[in-house]
């Protein structure tokens, strides 16, 4: 059973940067699509950053240049480094994994192609 913790949230100033992490278990690293999502009050999860296990990464544009997934293998952990926050990235973000159906190398950014979630952790930027 894979399971997720991330950890890393805060409250920052516009501007500022936080990276997040997401301490990953009980999982096949090889073949695994692991993402980040974000979901503010009232709005739909939506999709971060998402990494193949051969180290192929995808941004959602906003956040493209501006966050930057990456994992350390030897530590099982996801990070997202988020840097030049907006008061628009207030949510709470939350870690996902999963593998792709058929043998896929593709990961979807869809909250429908992820099983395994963690709790989420907070982030807020003030203004």
């Known amino acids: 059973q894979v399971q997720l913790v991330e950890s890393g949230g805060g409250s920052v100033q516009t501007g500022g940067s936080l990276r997040l992490s997401c301490a990953a278990s009980?999982?096949?690293?090889?073949?695994?699509?692991m993402g980040w999502f974000r979901q503010a009050p009232g709005k739909e999860r939506e999709g971060v950053a998402h990494m193949y296990s051969d180290g192929r990464t995808s941004y959602a544009a906003s956040m493209r240049g501006r966050f930057t997934i990456s994992q350390d293998n030897a530590k099982n952990t996801l990070y997202l480094q988020m840097n030049s926050l907006k008061p628009e990235d207030t949510a709470m973000y939350y870690c996902?994994?999963?593998?792709?159906?058929?043998?896929?190398?593709?990961?979807?950014?869809?909250?429908?192609?992820?099983?395994?979630w963690g709790q989420g952790t907070q982030v807020t930027v003030s203004s």
């Open positions: 009980g999982y096949t690293y090889s073949g695994i699509c």
């Open positions: 996902a994994a999963d593998y792709p159906p058929y043998g896929g190398t593709q990961c979807i950014s869809s909250v429908v192609r992820y099983k395994y």
